[in-house]
């Protein structure tokens, strides 16, 4: 059984299209993240909500925006898609902040 | 700014020897940090941690040694198998729960 699963696994779109990227956990976690890992292989934080708050908000520009319609899911909205959002996007789950985080497949993000 | 650190874009090692990974970092803030695998196509997983208070900590057959005065940790993988090859990537946390992330560095285990 899949832990954390993301949807979809590809995405590949136009730029300047609004796309959402789903985020479901299935292990009880009260704490749940979006990363990005740009180009340079590094992942960093963009958002992460403890029980449905948004608790962490980094510098991420406007047209991204998190959703989290009960504690199992973080779903990433993305608005006038552009060609620097290529990237694959992770999406991770923690019983605490003390505690590992257990990370999705990824989802690769295109833009044409 | 680039506060974790692991300089070794690769590294080969011999199947049965030992790997070593580095990792450096600039926080002193930092009070946990973990050591994360990653296969292609697939998420990250976690491998093994370390509190800033402790030095060592072990499991199987992977270490973690940190040393706070050098702000430095390492991963000892010992021995080596096939089935370690994949990127490690390091990690280190400070206040609340935001994870800083190395670029990762790609482990060859030949047999």
């Known amino acids: ?27 009880g976690h009260d704490t749940m993240y979006w990363y990005k890992q740009d180009s340079k292989k590094f992942l960093k934080i963009m958002f992460s909500y403890n029980n449905k708050e948004l608790i962490i908000n980094e510098t991420v520009p406007n047209r991204f925006s998190p959703k989290s319609p009960d504690k199992a899911h973080l779903n990433l909205h993305i608005n006038s898609l552009e060609l620097g959002d290529s990237a694959v996007y992770f999406c991770a789950s923690s019983l605490a902040g003390n505690q590992p985080q257990h990370f999705g497949d990824g989802t690769r993000l295109s833009i044409l | 700014d680039q506060q974790v650190k692991q300089n070794s874009p690769s590294l080969s090692v011999q199947e049965g020897r030992i ?9 002193s803030m930092f009070d946990y940090f973990l050591w994360y695998k990653k296969y292609p196509a697939e ?35 010992v021995p080596s198998q096939p089935g370690d090859s994949a990127v490690y990537f390091c990690a280190a946390k400070g206040n609340g729960n935001k994870l800083v992330f190395g670029a990762g560095t790609i482990l060859r285990v030949k047999s």
């Open chain 2, 19 to 27: 790997s070593i990974l580095n990792c450096d970092y600039t926080n």
């Open chain 2, 43 to 77: 998420g990250p997983t976690f491998l093994i941690s370390i509190s800033s208070i402790k030095d060592k900590n072990e499991d199987g057959r992977f270490t973690v040694f940190l040393n706070k005065s050098a702000k430095h940790l390492s991963l000892h993988i």
């Open chain 1, 1 to 27: 059984d899949t832990a954390v699963s993301q949807t979809p696994k590809y995405l590949v779109t136009q730029m300047g299209n609004d796309k959402s990227i789903k985020c479901e956990q299935n292990l």
